[in-house]
């Protein structure tokens, strides 16, 4: 890894994850940990670079921004960034999925993680909403958003976390989230 590892972070969506403190689970030391902050109360935002050559990710660890001489602040800022590139370079899609539902796609893996991104909600997609968003983020490659006013709308919704959630892969949340003041609650 190199002394610039972090810069390629991408901010990523992943499950808070409630062991039960009878259960016997692997504690990582401190600096093995994956640098994470809060997103919500089911979600957190975690960073991970690809490795192209081993097709598959690494998440950053406390460890490498340690090395780097980089806060925890500044890597959410860095992930940010890189996601917002993300969006850009693979240019994500809103699709139609019923007069009042959309989804957006990307490349199978951040689609869900795509909800961090202010200025997606607060510019890109108003076109779509006039009362704000309701989301369903099921799995990391799933995000289908409606108007949070739309019944038929979050019932589509509840029925595609339904569906996902029998076997989905990289399951996230099971729940419809509705946005307000930039912060994604649970409906």
């Not at 590892?5 to 991408?10: D, G, L, N």
């Not at 795509?114 to 997606?120: E, F």
């Not at 369903?136 to 799933?142: F, Q």
Request: proline share 1%; aromatic share 10%.
């Amino acid at each position: 890894m190199t002394t610039q590892f972090c810069k390629e972070a991408v901010a990523y969506l992943k499950a808070i994850v409630k062991e039960e403190l009878d259960e016997e689970c692997l504690t990582l030391s401190e600096e093995d940990s994956m640098v994470h902050t809060f997103f919500n109360e089911d979600l957190i935002i975690t960073f991970l670079v690809e490795d192209y050559k081993n097709e598959l990710f690494h998440y950053i660890q406390n460890r490498h921004i340690t090395v780097e001489g980089l806060d925890e602040e500044q890597l959410l800022e860095i992930g940010i960034n890189n996601l917002y590139k993300l969006a850009d370079e693979k240019e994500f899609q809103v699709h139609t999925l019923t007069e009042e539902c959309f989804a957006l796609t990307l490349d199978g893996n951040f689609e869900a993680s795509l909800i961090v991104l202010d200025d997606l909600w607060d510019y890109s997609l108003t076109e779509f909403v006039s009362n704000g968003y309701a989301v369903a983020i099921p799995a990391r490659d799933i995000l289908v958003f409606c108007d949070r006013d739309a019944s038929n709308g979050i019932e589509k919704l509840k029925s595609i976390i339904e569906k996902v959630w029998e076997n989905g892969d990289h399951l996230l949340i099971d729940k419809v989230l509705v946005r307000s003041e930039r912060e994604w609650k649970c409906l």
